[in-house]
């Protein structure tokens, strides 16, 4: 990585003898490492932001999983833990093969007499 400071140093120590063609081809190094550091610091933004989401997702999904309770076929939020719309309910089929809480779609009523949900992810129906 481009020295930076030191340049910046050298350049404030640099007499009046330092030719112009000099400073210049310093500051073009000044510039080519400054952009180098903010493409570092882009990227490290959008790891640090990355994480935070995976961390969310993973606490989020967590304490789902904590309230489920297995019913009629499904998993679905105990009652006790409220906040959830009625019908909300989960695919066991992709919670016991991958552990991934997956929200089950609820048919529409053509398509109820057949099964209640359907999973967007395995494309499994459930009565
Ligand atoms: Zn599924």
Known sequence: MFDLLGTVD???KADSDMKLIDYKE??????KGI??????L???KEKSLRLTRDVKNKNSSESLADILIYKDGVYMPDE???GYPAGT????RC????GKIMPLTIQSD????LSKYKCPECNEHFT
């Open 26 to 31: 310093q500051i073009v190094k000044l510039r």
């Open 42 to 44: 882009a990227a490290e």
């Open 10 to 12: 050298r350049l404030l």
């Open 89 to 92: 309910a989960f695919c066991p």
């Open 110 to 113: 053509l398509f109820q007499a």
């Open 80 to 82: 006790d833990a409220g």
């Open 95 to 98: 919670k016991s093969s991958e």
């Open 35 to 40: 952009v180098e550091l903010e493409e570092e």
